[in-house]
């Protein structure tokens, strides 16, 4: 019994089995900016995000989905540049953002249409509770 017990009890004390992985998660809705009070009205679907630090091996990229929703996971804590494109609507260049160990951040950004005189930038982003929790 001790043979069975004991693997069970490793399992459960691991970190992973907690959702701690020793990464971070960056995930967000992208919205479209249309009107003149700059108000989000909609989610915007097919918004390139990519991230780019020099802890990470290349750039990782994902795009939203049909909610506007998009998840960067497996992320090495530290600082890194943070790109938000579709055509049609001006970019957003995020620099010196921090992931951080076992945390995820949520970066909601809300992107301008290019004919749009306006800057170009919306967005708010937070640190939540550790990933897993």
């Known amino acids: 019994m001790l043979r069975t017990v004991l693997p069970c009890v490793l399992l459960l004390l691991s970190s992973s089995a907690w959702g701690y ?3 971070g998660v960056l ?3 992208t919205l479209g900016l249309e009107g003149e009070t ?3 009205l909609k989610v915007l679907p097919g918004v390139t995000v990519s991230v780019t ?3 990470l091996m290349g750039e990782r990229i994902v795009e ?3 909610n506007g929703f998009y998840r960067l996971a497996q992320l090495p804590p530290g ?3 943070v790109i938000y494109e579709r055509e ?3 970019p957003i260049f995020i620099h010196d953002v921090v992931v951080r160990l076992n945390h995820t951040l949520r970066m909601n950004m809300g992107l301008v249409l290019h004919e749009d005189a306006r800057c170009g930038f919306y967005g708010s982003y937070y640190l939540s509770a550790p990933s897993g929790w």
């Open 79 to 81: 600082v890194y540049r």
């Open 88 to 90: 049609g609507y001006n």
């Open 27 to 29: 995930m967000g809705t």
């Open 53 to 55: 630090s020099p802890r």
């Open 64 to 66: 939203s989905d049909e």
């Open 21 to 23: 992985d020793g990464h």
């Open 38 to 40: 700059g108000q989000p």
